[in-house]
């Protein structure tokens, strides 16, 4: 195993070289692998202008959980071949984004809270955390419950 401090020193050791050279055709590999073709070049400046689009069209910043989320838009990437995403005529109900009709369900259209895929899990995530932090408070009073019950004094 090659050191890490010992890569100052000069002249470098055969097996330092060694290393450094698996370590350089490992980066030409994933370029190689990740390097995009002008197509998906495109694609990705297409994707990246409809998320810069996004996030610049939020009429009132919140920072939510909706607005401020791990998770990328759906329909911001185009498939192969596609250079224009169609635009919906239906909004969600929560980040506004025009979808086309039939991404809702016919009873979120009837009451009007429609929300796209990614609010969706968004929220199911709110409501896991929700879920887990009743847990631990219900775990925690069951607790403390057992604590005041329990005799210290008595060995048995």
Not at 28 to 34: C, D, N, P, Q
Not at 125 to 150: F, P, S
Request: include cysteine.
């Amino acid at each position: 195993m090659v050191s890490h401090g010992k890569w100052g020193d000069r002249p470098l050791s055969e097996e330092q070289i060694e290393y450094a050279k698996v370590d350089v055709f490992s980066l030409f590999m994933l370029y190689e692998k990740f390097n995009p073709d002008n197509e998906d070049m495109r694609r990705l400046v297409i994707s990246s202008d409809l998320y810069v689009d996004l996030k610049r069209s939020i009429p009132v910043r919140d920072y939510s959980e909706y607005e401020d989320n791990a998770y990328l838009p759906i329909n911001i990437i185009p498939d192969k071949g596609i250079t224009v995403l169609p635009t919906g005529s239906t909004a969600c109900t929560t980040c506004s984004r025009l979808f086309p009709r039939d991404e809702f369900s016919k009873i979120e259209l009837n009451k009007r809270t429609q929300k796209c895929r990614t609010c969706k899990k968004v929220k199911l995530d709110i409501n896991v955390q929700a879920n887990r932090e009743d847990n631990w408070a219900r775990a925690a009073e069951k607790y403390d419950r057992c604590a005041v019950n329990y005799d210290y004094d008595d060995p048995y």
